[in-house]
């Protein structure tokens, strides 16, 4: 049974939203540690771009995985 487009979209967030909020705490953490000058909007920003990319890649992986699946 292969997954629906909806349901890869919901997935892909769902996952995407625990590492949103990790990377940004790691964020807070290791700018300061690496003496890397990082505003809080700066680090929202750059966390935002990465959990995009994130869900584009977790939606692409899913529907070629859910394709090769079909093929079987």
Avoid at 58 to 69: E, L, P, S
Wanted: no cysteine; proline share 3%; aromatic share 12%.
């Amino acid at each position: 049974m292969s997954q629906s487009k909806k349901m890869s979209v919901t997935e892909a967030i769902a996952g995407t939203v625990f590492g949103l909020l990790t990377s940004f705490l790691i964020q807070l953490i290791i700018y300061p540690t690496l003496n890397i000058p990082v505003t809080i909007s700066q680090n929202i920003i750059i966390t935002v771009i990465f959990f995009l990319a994130s869900i584009i890649r977790g939606y692409t992986i899913r529907r070629i995985f859910n394709r090769y699946a079909q093929t079987k």
